[in-house]
């Protein structure tokens, strides 16, 4: 190992251990309990009278809505056990292939979605934002080049664009 490399600090690593991963952490795993509190009462309740179209969304969206919630919860508890020495970066990174954080969309325009009940529509919203955030510190942990890649050149912000719409449209 170099001296460069064996003094060089990894601001995601420190960042994971920080008090914003233990904010986002909380915020995370509180809001997996808001939902299954909801989801278990005033949901159900609200469920019930959807017209036909909302009722079949609400069904699909609250699965999207659990499943994300428990792939991001996993990555978190992941996380922390990394953060208390409880396992390490080798086994995480096993386990973490069982974890999907970049799926799980919604699509607003869909059919019912006005009618849903708008607690259930802000759960959704909340979900999306926290597991971004994951998703981008994941990203800044364990693909750092690829993390990388995502952030534009503001120094040439034209050329970062056309860089993007090559990446996209290579992959067709």
Not at 117 to 144: G, K, N
Request: glycine share 4%.
């Amino acid at each position: 190992m170099s001296e460069t490399s064996r003094n060089t600090v990894n601001l995601a690593d420190r960042m994971a251990n920080s008090a914003q991963f233990k904010a986002l952490y909380a915020e995370g795993m509180g809001l997996v309990e808001e939902t299954a509190n909801y989801l278990d009462g005033p949901g159900r309740a609200a469920s019930k009278g959807l017209p036909r179209m909302a009722g079949v969304l609400y069904a699909a969206e609250s699965m999207r809505l659990t499943t994300r919630l428990m792939q991001m919860a996993s990555w978190l508890l992941l996380q922390r056990a990394v953060n208390n020495g409880e396992m390490n970066r080798d086994q995480v990174l096993a386990e973490k292939s069982k974890v999907r954080l970049d799926s799980f969309n919604c699509d607003r325009t869909a059919q019912g979605w006005n009618d849903l009940p708008e607690t259930f529509r802000d759960l959704v919203e909340r979900s999306l934002r926290i597991q971004s955030r994951v998703a981008m510190l994941d990203r800044e942990i364990y693909r750092p080049e690829e993390a990388a890649a995502l952030k534009p050149d503001n120094e040439n912000s034209v050329q970062a664009q056309q860089h993007l719409l090559q990446t996209v449209f290579s992959k067709r």
